[in-house]
């Protein structure tokens, strides 16, 4: 399980870079189209720079996952076994890991819980196969 929890932070990280990667070329062309005062432009461009990772992160966190965990078929879920609903997945992955620079998940390499997992009581279990 260890071995997955890091594999899927690192698959997250690489979605976050290339999110925000995609939202400051986003940024750039309104940029590029518009000639509105320096603050509102800027403005503008943050917001586009925040809501590109948010919205793709935001269609797994509905399933309590992130993109790297589905990939490796594991899922967030309480501490009675019940799965995280969006806010606090946003909370989770959004507000604590990435505005933390993923600092918070440093214990998870050595087999502790990291600090999102301590705040929310959540922890990381092998999603079960959908029955037909």
């Given amino acids: 399980m260890l071995i997955r929890r890091i594999a899927a932070n690192i698959i997250d990280l690489f979605v976050l870079i290339g999110s925000v990667a995609i939202g400051a070329y986003l940024a750039g062309q309104v940029a590029d189209m518009f000639e509105e005062p320096f603050l509102l432009l800027t403005l503008s461009m943050v917001c586009i720079i925040i809501l590109v990772p948010i919205g793709l992160q935001s269609l797994f966190w509905l399933e309590s996952t992130t993109i790297g965990k589905m ?62």
Wanted: glycine share 4%; hydrophobic share 45%; aromatic share 10%.
């Fill in 71 to 132: 990939m490796l078929f594991i899922k967030v879920v309480n501490s009675e076994g019940e799965n995280l609903d969006y806010y606090q997945m946003f909370v989770r992955d959004f507000l604590l890991k990435t505005l933390s620079a993923n600092l918070v998940t440093l214990p998870v390499f050595i087999g502790r819980p990291g600090v999102h997992d301590v705040i929310l009581d959540s922890q990381i279990v092998i999603r079960p196969k959908r029955q037909k």
